[in-house]
Nanobody
Framework: QGLLVESGGGLVQAGDSLNLSCTDA????????MAWFRQAPGKEREFVGG???????????FYSSSAQGRFTVSRDKASNTLSLQMTNLKPEDTAVYYC?????????????????WGQGTQVTVSP
C-alpha cells in the first residue's frame, strides 16, 4: 500500500489563492488516476478535480462545477507530486482536502473508486 502525503493547507481570506501538494512518497501511484476531494463538517466527501493515469501536468484534468475555472489540478510524475492550485477562494471552500488514487482507467468522480487516500490538509477561508 502506498503513502500519500498532503501539505499546504492553512487559513486564508476570501479572494486569496492557495496551493496544495500531495506527494506519492513511495512512488506507488505512477500508473494510477489521481484526484483531489474535500470534506466540510457535516457533509459528504466531494470530488474537486483529477488527472487521468496516463497524463502529466494539467493535461486532461477534469473538475467539479464548483472548481472549474478557479482551481487547477496538475501532476508531475518526475517528482511524484499532485498539485491543487486554488484561486479566488470562497468561505464555502472551507474543508479538509484529500488527495487520492484510483485504479480506474476512465474519469471517475466517485470517492468509492479511490482506494488510497492521504491524511488530509485543512483549508479555512474567512469572509
Amino acid at each position: 500500500q502506498g503513502l500519500l502525503v498532503e501539505s499546504g493547507g492553512g487559513l486564508v481570506q476570501a479572494g486569496d489563492s492557495l496551493n496544495l501538494s500531495c506527494t506519492d512518497a513511495q512512488r506507488t501511484f505512477q500508473l494510477n488516476g489521481m484526484a483531489w476531494f474535500r470534506q466540510a463538517p457535516g457533509k459528504e466527501r466531494e470530488f474537486v478535480g483529477g488527472v487521468p493515469w496516463n497524463r502529466s501536468g494539467a493535461s486532461g484534468a477534469f473538475y467539479s462545477s464548483s472548481a472549474q475555472g478557479r482551481f487547477t489540478v496538475s501532476r508531475d510524475k518526475a517528482s511524484n507530486t499532485l498539485s491543487l492550485q486554488m484561486t479566488n477562494l470562497k468561505p464555502e471552500d472551507t474543508a479538509v482536502y484529500y488527495c487520492a488514487a484510483t485504479n480506474s482507467r476512465i474519469h471517475r468522480t466517485e470517492a468509492s473508486v479511490y482506494l488510497d487516500w492521504g491524511q488530509g490538509t485543512q483549508v479555512t477561508v474567512s469572509p
